[in-house]
């Protein structure tokens, strides 16, 4: 489903509000106002009723929101409804800490397939994902895998990217500092951790 | 230095700009347009200007940002300018990712510490830096660390911040996909890599 142009900063907070949702559920509740959920997630109430804004009113005045209408509408914006197969490439020490990732399951993720080219890896059984060959890759659109992470060293990431891309893999999550090139059609989501980092001594007052 | 309210996405951006200026300075470029830079780090020009606009004006209308200055600023905003320790606490899969990650560099990060409550990784030196006891934390601002990233399990996130907080840190970069409680002086970002995967289907066309 498309609604027109959403700011991509928009698209970007509504995982964040989908999971502050899952977690206010867990605590047993069925509304949620407002203020409290933007509490919740760190976001300005204001930002959040402008972000919803873009696809209709999702809130009851005086109500607040329903927790489990709200989590419907996000998912189904994020065409996260049918649930996802995604593969991994890289079974490093960052690729394994992706594998045991517990925050994948509330959007309905699953890793379906992990890859490496290193033979002392390949083969082995990490949790329930079974590492195969690197140059398997080729078999994943077949197995219904469109995702792929990618968590290969530097130097080998714009390679990892074009096979996947050759697979007919539509988009990957990046965790390389290094930009990759893809086609138009393939979209690509850099996680730079140093980024995040970066912002820290901004709010940290010099002594 | 404060320059006023400055919006958080604001702020989130200008590490991401900083990145591209060091790779594009690698290239040996002195200059750049806000165009070829806007491109560069996949954000719109007139965000690029609208975000710079609460600074000052950085740019030389025709000629564009020189690298060298325009980096220096935004390190003087970021409070980049003259470095900082960072610790790092749970040296699992993910935290033995953190330590070997090659981008905190050109923000002046340096890693300069590392603590778990695993005997056998106790004593430990990974790359260059030795794992000591969690009980040590104590030392870091006597060691002029503010800032820590926890790479722990979930159940054990709030319990390592509660530790962190009382020895004097500042600012926190948490992995884990809970939300820990923290007092107001502290600043904590969380990076959650499902919510930046969760956004991938969006951009992907439904087959």
Same mark, same amino acid.
């Given at each position: 489903?498309?609604?027109?142009?959403?700011?991509?900063?928009?698209?970007?907070?509504?995982?964040?509000?989908?999971?502050?949702?899952?977690?206010?559920?867990?605590?047993?509740?069925?509304?949620?106002?407002?203020?409290?959920?933007?509490?919740?997630?760190?976001?300005?109430?204001?930002?959040?009723?402008? /972000?919803? #804004?873009?696809?209709?009113?999702?809130?009851? *005045? +005086? &109500?607040?929101?329903? %927790?489990?209408?709200?989590?419907? $509408?996000?998912?189904?914006?994020?065409?996260?409804?049918?649930?996802?197969?995604?593969?991994?490439?890289?079974?490093?020490?960052?690729?394994?800490?992706?594998?045991?990732?517990?925050?994948?399951?509330?959007?309905?993720?699953?890793?379906?397939?992990?890859?490496?080219?290193?033979?002392?890896?390949?083969?082995?059984?990490?949790?329930?994902?079974?590492?195969? /060959?690197? #140059?398997?890759?080729?078999?994943?659109?077949? *197995? +219904? &895998?469109?995702?792929? %992470?990618?968590?290969?060293?530097? $130097?080998?990431?714009?390679?990892?990217?074009?096979?996947?891309?050759?697979?007919?893999?539509?988009?990957?999550?990046?965790?390389?500092?290094?930009?990759?090139?893809?086609?138009?059609?393939?979209?690509?989501?850099?996680?730079?951790?140093?980024?995040?980092?970066?912002?820290?001594?901004?709010?940290?007052?010099?002594?």
């Amino acid at each position: 489903m498309r609604y027109g142009k959403i700011p991509n900063e928009t698209i970007r907070r509504l995982p964040i509000y989908l999971r502050g949702l899952a977690m206010l559920a867990g605590q047993g509740l069925k509304s949620v106002s407002s203020g409290k959920l933007a509490d919740f997630v760190n976001v300005p109430p204001f930002q959040i009723r402008k /972000d919803f #804004s873009y696809f209709g009113d999702f809130g009851t *005045r +005086g &109500v607040g929101y329903d %927790i489990a209408n709200l989590s419907r $509408q996000i998912k189904k914006i994020l065409n996260l409804e049918s649930g996802h197969k995604a593969a991994l490439v890289g079974v490093g020490n960052l690729g394994s800490a992706v594998l045991a990732y517990p925050g994948f399951k509330i959007y309905g993720f699953e890793i379906e397939a992990a890859f490496d080219n290193n033979p002392a890896v390949i083969g082995r059984k990490v949790g329930s994902v079974l590492v195969e /060959d690197i #140059s398997k890759i080729n078999t994943l659109t077949k *197995r +219904g &895998v469109m995702l792929a %992470i990618v968590a290969v060293p530097e $130097q080998a990431a714009q390679q990892v990217a074009d096979k996947l891309v050759a697979a007919g893999v539509k988009g990957i999550l990046n965790f390389s500092p290094k930009r990759i090139a893809v086609p138009k059609k393939v979209k690509v989501i850099t996680i730079d951790i140093a980024t995040d980092l970066a912002r820290l001594p901004y709010y940290i007052p010099s002594s």
